[in-house]
């Protein structure tokens, strides 16, 4: 990972950072940036030179394939600062395939190294006041990269931007909330892009989460498209469930996005001694589980909100609460804490995950 | 369809127009546009007021929800000048319907269709001059809508925009071209967004596509993501098959889109005594069909192609060519020129199918 990105990058810097005016203590995901974006442009079949700049608008023509198309993809991540005022990546080169394996499924280029960690670094070292030091504290990481050329015309796109983005962090989800099992829509199909992390998987996610909201759910766990019986993933996070002492959690596939998260968390509780099982997970072994008492836990897991606590779900008109456990006795509480003291530099990295700008 | 439109438009016209330096007997499809466009905003939860303005750029916060989640439709339609210099629209209902169910889909709002039909009609009234007559030439129509709202938040923007372009046109494939019949890939699944014109279901098709174009063949059949044994759509197309003297077609369905272009040859093959069966069309019975020479035909149709034939297909490595016909006996030519000449208004249209702006 050491790169030598100066050689290739410009860099113009803000007059005044707005960081002052930026309030630490009330965050909403996603909805505020730092003062500098990087850009960097793919055409005449190559990547060109990045460029480090005040955060300001895209402008493309309005023929541009991303609002016809939808050739769109991006990664999240987060950075964390230690108590020595060290800032910390979280596996980024597990971000950096999985770009580039959803750049190959969308018909767009790959990016070289330099480019997404060098770039990425070069971009949060001068962004280090935005990362804030504590557990849970971080600084959310948006790569993407969209087509930019010009033409309706349904045919992959020859030239691209790709732009980081950094907007600090607290957590995603503020409490336990209640999901909805998909009997009828689904997110993605075998032969599909539902592995990649492309724009449209998402946006064709929204009209169902929002029938699932106005019957009083905060989200929905997708099942497989072709039969409905089998749990896969909640849409901005994979999902795990514990049965008696046991973690499940379905294997990744075409259908399902390979987790950063989920593939740390599963490590993770495997060494602390948790049984884990990776496989199909059936809508009605849950909802048995559910009945008998057996169904301990459900939770997702995923970058933004590290772990997120599910307390019932909903499947066929019925509704199933799980038990109110003691905090002591969460294997999601655990995992969430454990795992957070890694990412923040509170605890031992054992794994070597975490990487040092 | 009488929408008093001038009320709520303001409009800017360019100095000088390029219509001059277009050259229309060599058109690439959907690669130049007209002097002017329609913008139209979505904000604190209304449609605004309409602008037609000199064709520019579009300015976006760079954590605009279209980059990020792929909430952007499209439709895709066609005005065509008769020979007393009228401009015609080919059933401009159609697609406003279907814009809006697209919209539904998408969690993006509904448009109106003063907006929708008046602000297009408003819009080419202006540009009658890139009109031009004669069979198979057009004025292609691009209306989309994109979500505009800035935050990298996996939820429905509240903020949106309305757009038309418009590209002058001749047809979209030159020649017959050859196919593959997915056997992996899939364009769209039940409960998911196939039947919406949504941006994300065009780059999903991208890297099949290319695979098939680097196999030798111009474009995919997709076929049921569930078991792969129904014939589906090409994507930009919907698909007809001709065997003996029948046409087939599948029906629409969550995963296939109701083209207008389908739905109108459906209804004009049949006035004109042609055998027509809307129902799932086998994988099997195609190649079966193809083996013992009943297979006659397939073609593809849509908007952009109109129609356009298909002179083989291959399937588990195996190509089948279909027969030569003479023009004379091509149900696909006789449906293209009849259909062309009613667009053109160079034949009755006993539908009403064309509405004069």
Same mark, same amino acid.
């Given at each position: 990972?050491?790169?030598?990105?100066?050689?290739?990058?410009?860099?113009?810097?803000?007059?005044?950072?707005?960081?002052?005016?930026?309030?630490?203590?009330?965050?909403?995901?996603?909805?505020?940036?730092?003062?500098?974006?990087?850009?960097?442009?793919?055409?005449?079949?190559?990547?060109q030179q990045m460029e480090i700049k005040p955060y300001s608008a895209i402008e493309l023509d309005p023929s541009a394939r991303v609002f016809h198309y939808g050739q769109a993809i991006f990664e999240g991540m987060k950075a964390y600062k230690d108590d020595n005022d060290d800032v910390w990546l979280?596996?980024?080169?597990?971000?950096?395939?999985?770009?580039?394996?959803?750049?190959?499924?969308?018909?767009?280029?790959?990016?070289?190294?330099?480019?997404?960690?060098?770039?990425?670094?070069?971009?949060?070292?001068?962004?280090?006041?935005?990362?804030?030091?504590?557990?849970?504290?971080?600084?959310?990481?948006r790569p993407f990269m969209i087509a930019t050329e010009s033409g309706v015309i349904a045919s992959p796109s020859n030239e691209f931007l790709f732009c980081i983005l950094l907007s600090p962090a607290k957590s995603y989800y503020s409490g336990k909330i209640k999901v909805q099992i998909a009997e009828?829509?689904?997110?993605?199909?075998?032969?599909?892009?539902?592995?990649?992390?492309?724009?449209?998987?998402?946006?064709?996610?929204?009209?169902?989460?929002?029938?699932? $909201?106005?019957? +009083? %759910?905060?989200?929905?766990?997708?099942?497989?498209?072709?039969?409905?019986? =089998?749990? /896969? &993933?909640?849409?901005?996070?994979?999902?795990?469930?514990?049965?008696?002492?046991?973690?499940?959690?379905?294997?990744?596939?075409?259908?399902?996005?390979?987790?950063?998260?989920?593939?740390?968390?599963?490590?993770?509780?495997?060494?602390?001694?948790?049984?884990?099982?990776?496989?199909?997970?059936?809508?009605?072994?849950?909802?048995?589980?559910?009945?008998?008492?057996?169904?301990?836990?459900?939770?997702?897991?995923?970058?933004?909100?590290?772990?997120? $606590?599910?307390? +019932? %779900?909903?499947?066929?008109?019925?509704?199933?609460?799980?038990?109110?456990? =003691?905090? /002591? &006795?969460?294997?999601?509480?655990?995992?969430?804490?454990?795992?957070?003291?890694?990412?923040?530099?509170?605890?031992?990295?054992?794994?070597?995950?975490?990487?040092?700008?």
């Amino acid at each position: 990972m050491e790169v030598d990105v100066m050689s290739n990058i410009s860099i113009t810097t803000v007059d005044k950072s707005k960081i002052d005016s930026f309030d630490f203590e009330n965050v909403k995901f996603g909805a505020k940036f730092t003062d500098h974006m990087l850009v960097c442009e793919y055409k005449n079949n190559a990547w060109q030179q990045m460029e480090i700049k005040p955060y300001s608008a895209i402008e493309l023509d309005p023929s541009a394939r991303v609002f016809h198309y939808g050739q769109a993809i991006f990664e999240g991540m987060k950075a964390y600062k230690d108590d020595n005022d060290d800032v910390w990546l979280f596996r980024p080169d597990q971000n950096f395939e999985r770009f580039n394996k959803s750049a190959v499924r969308l018909a767009m280029p790959e990016i070289d190294e330099e480019r997404f960690i060098g770039g990425l670094k070069a971009l949060i070292d001068l962004e280090r006041a935005w990362v804030r030091k504590g557990q849970g504290n971080s600084l959310y990481i948006r790569p993407f990269m969209i087509a930019t050329e010009s033409g309706v015309i349904a045919s992959p796109s020859n030239e691209f931007l790709f732009c980081i983005l950094l907007s600090p962090a607290k957590s995603y989800y503020s409490g336990k909330i209640k999901v909805q099992i998909a009997e009828h829509f689904s997110r993605a199909a075998n032969g599909g892009i539902g592995a990649a992390k492309a724009a449209g998987n998402y946006s064709a996610q929204f009209y169902p989460t929002k029938l699932a $909201q106005e019957a +009083g %759910f905060n989200q929905v766990i997708w099942t497989d498209s072709a039969t409905h019986t =089998k749990l /896969e &993933e909640a849409g901005t996070m994979n999902v795990f469930f514990r049965i008696k002492d046991t973690l499940y959690t379905a294997p990744t596939s075409e259908r399902i996005l390979d987790g950063v998260t989920r593939k740390s968390l599963i490590e993770l509780a495997k060494s602390e001694g948790y049984q884990v099982e990776v496989r199909p997970v059936l809508v009605e072994e849950i909802t048995k589980a559910a009945a008998d008492g057996t169904l301990k836990e459900i939770f997702g897991a995923g970058t933004a909100a590290v772990i997120n $606590q599910i307390e +019932g %779900f909903s499947y066929k008109e019925q509704y199933y609460q799980l038990p109110e456990l =003691k905090d /002591e &006795e969460c294997f999601a509480l655990d995992l969430k804490n454990k795992l957070t003291r890694i990412q923040n530099k509170l605890a031992n990295d054992p794994f070597e995950w975490t990487v040092k700008i």
